[in-house]
């Protein structure tokens, strides 16, 4: 049974595509086969992250419109077998995205994959709105920030009205993924600390992503993070995520601050 | 009008057996001239067309002399109006024709109750409270001027409860929330845990920089004290 799973936040920059990328890639790793959409009409990022953008023929929009054939405009991922891209447009903007045709191509995508990961542009209009219609799942990107926090809310307010399963009565499973967490600051008290952001939320959590200089590396290269360095901390965390996604129970460690063997030693000396 | 039960039961052999039923039947009384009577009807009718559709109309001709022929043109502009006549009474069988609705006796009145005659209709007094047992998210308006809103859960911030009543919220209260919006100065406002954004009730307002900030993170009630808003803890 294939689970149609969007990635969303309301807010920009949180790290949906990252987080698109590497889920993706993460449960293509574990054997299932994969599709990640990129829904961001008009500001495409995923084939970026995912080292797709020189092979981009068709897209998301040509399939909607009928131009093209679903098989044309998927891409196999080059490193691994069961993962595939189906791109968004850059020339067009979200109003060329129709319900009924986006609610075909999920359709035939539920078909032929496992596991169709729907990576939904920032805001809630269109584009934010049909990529969430037909979900059965949903992850909720969060910075530990309040405007990030609120912006969640809000999605979430949406994932419980205006989809698919929301309008039969059904519930869309949904899981917070708070990304960018910096130990340090969390530490000095200048970040949301997890325990508000899911009090505040009220959804349970599927992962804590710690800010790494690993994201932004494995992005320039067009690599999703857990392909690139699977034993670096986000890939790590994006794994056990990933895992908890497939219903499976792992223990939740939050991010803490690494001390060097030099600042253990004269830790005690400076404070 | 009044209405007039007409029963009629006769058993007189074991093989046929005839059972009784009473109904209920309009009775037009009319009076001269017709002429008048008739656009009396009219104007029933254009009030509210189809008014005598379906049901049984009996004429009671005692109230007035009319011939043979005068009964019969009765008749038939009631059939021009869609009122078919059921049965004529209070007039000598001789006026009457073959044509002609059928004599009755033994009318008896009775009231007209309409409820037998039209499907009974829902009237379930509207509900006096709202319930929302799921949080309300940011975004979201939930907008109730009948009564009293309970949330069983927090309010986000972004997000607003108008009430025509009190609201109750079993949890933070981040967002906005307004209650007695319809003039109900006695409406207060119950929360768990108090981060307002905006408390109002009856129009009088608090913002969040003017609520006190030993209030903050505990749960408390707002209400009115001739024209300002008291926040007071609630333990």
Not at chain 1, 142 to 157: F, L
Not at chain 2, 5 to 32: K, W
Not at chain 2, 149 to 165: D, H, M, N, P, R
Request: glycine share 10%.
């Amino acid at each position: 049974m294939a689970k149609v799973l969007v990635v969303t936040s309301g807010k920009g920059g949180v790290g949906k595509t990252t987080s698109t990328a590497a889920l993706g890639a993460a449960l293509a790793h574990s054997g299932e086969s994969v599709v990640v959409v990129d829904f961001d009409v008009g500001l495409r990022n995923l084939d970026l992250v995912m080292g797709a953008e020189r092979r981009v023929v068709f897209d998301l929009i040509n399939v909607v419109q009928g131009v093209a054939k679903l098989p044309q405009a998927l891409i196999r991922d080059k490193r691994l077998e069961s993962l595939w891209l189906l791109p968004a447009s850059q020339t067009r903007d979200k109003d060329a995205l129709t319900e009924e045709g986006v609610g075909k191509v999920i359709g035939e995508l539920r078909e032929k994959f496992d596991w169709v990961l729907c990576d939904s542009p920032a805001g809630i209009e269109r584009g934010a709105t049909l990529a969430m219609r037909y979900a059965d799942e949903a992850v909720i990107v969060t910075n530990p920030e309040v405007s990030s926090v609120r912006d969640s809310d809000r999605i979430i307010g949406m994932l419980d009205s205006k989809t698919v399963k929301a309008e039969k009565g059904e519930r869309v499973e949904k899981h917070v993924l708070i990304t960018r967490y910096d130990p340090a600051r969390a530490a000095r008290g200048e970040m949301l600390g997890i325990d508000d952001i899911l009090e505040i939320l009220a959804t349970p959590l599927i992962g804590i992503i710690p800010e790494s200089q690993d994201v932004l590396r494995a992005s320039n290269v067009g690599s999703p993070v857990t392909l690139n360095d699977a034993s670096s901390a986000p890939a790590r965390a994006y794994f056990d995520a990933m895992r908890r996604l497939k219903g499976e129970e792992v223990e939740m460690t939050v991010p803490a601050v690494r001390k060097g063997f030099m600042n253990r030693l004269l830790g005690r000396r400076a404070a | 009008m009044h209405g007039r039960a007409d029963s009629r039961a006769d058993a007189t052999r074991q093989q046929v057996r005839l059972r009784g039923r009473s109904y209920v039947a309009y009775v037009f009384a009319p009076v001269v001239p017709i002429v008048e009577w008739l656009a009396e009807i009219d104007a029933t009718l254009a009030s509210s067309p189809g008014f005598f559709v379906g049901k049984p109309v009996v004429l009671d001709l005692s109230g007035v002399d009319l011939s043979q022929g005068a009964i019969a043109h009765l008749v038939t502009s009631l059939e021009q109006r869609n009122i078919r006549v059921l049965g004529i009474e209070g007039v000598a069988a001789d006026r009457l024709t073959s044509s002609m609705p059928p004599m009755l006796t033994g009318g008896r009145p009775c009231v007209i109750t309409r409820t037998d005659t039209q499907p009974k209709r829902e009237t379930k007094p509207k509900s006096t409270s709202l319930l929302l047992d799921s949080p309300v998210r940011s975004g979201q308006s939930i907008i109730f001027p009948d009564g009293d809103v309970t949330v069983l859960g927090s309010v986000g911030s972004g997000a607003e409860i108008v009430a025509g009543g009190s609201i109750h919220i079993y949890g933070t209260l981040r967002g906005r929330a307004m209650a007695g919006v319809n003039g109900n100065s006695s409406a207060r406002i119950y929360c768990q845990k108090i981060e307002a954004e905006l408390l109002a009730i009856d129009g009088y307002y608090q913002t969040a920089e003017e609520i006190d900030a030993s209030l903050r993170n505990r749960p408390a009630q707002a209400w009115l004290e001739g024209g300002v808003m008291k926040i007071t803890p609630l333990n």
